[in-house]
């Protein structure tokens, strides 16, 4: 059963930092699979958030994270991390991890994406 697992998430006030984790269980992260983060608030479609190709290649962010957010992984170690600094109120939302095809690339739409966590809750708030 393929299965991803997110933890680290939590109330942070602005300004705060929060590493979120990705391990996977029943498969192997290794060179079949992207992974992405996304993230979800109530009311509004899941969105990307940032992505790292197979073997760290390459790595995307979505504006609203750069130079704020940091992806990386450890194959070795099946899981993936979200580095999450300088936090802010609008970055609120349920954060889910995600395995895609592997590649040179990474994906930033939902639909690249086979396998899902059940989400983690980050809340920014003073």
């Known amino acids: 059963q393929y299965q991803l697992v997110e933890s680290g998430g939590g109330l942070v006030q602005p300004g705060g930092s929060l590493r979120l984790s990705c391990t996977a269980s029943?498969?192997?992260?290794?060179?079949?699979?992207?992974i992405g983060w996304f993230r979800q608030v109530p009311g509004k479609e899941r969105e990307g958030v940032s992505c790292?190709?197979?073997?760290?290649?390459?790595?995307k962010y979505a504006d609203f994270v750069k130079g704020r957010f940091t992806i990386s992984r450890d194959d070795a170690k099946n899981t993936a991390w979200l580095q999450m600094n300088d936090l802010k109120p609008e970055d609120t939302a349920v954060y889910y991890c995600?395995?895609?095809?592997?590649?040179?690339?990474?994906?930033?739409?939902?639909?690249?994406?086979?396998?899902w966590g059940q989400g983690t809750q980050v809340t920014v708030s003073s």
């Open positions: 995600a395995a895609g095809p592997g590649g040179y690339v990474c994906y930033d739409a939902v639909g690249e994406y086979s396998y």
């Open positions: 029943g498969f192997t992260f290794n060179d079949y699979y992207s």
């Open positions: 790292i190709s197979s073997s760290s290649y390459r790595t």
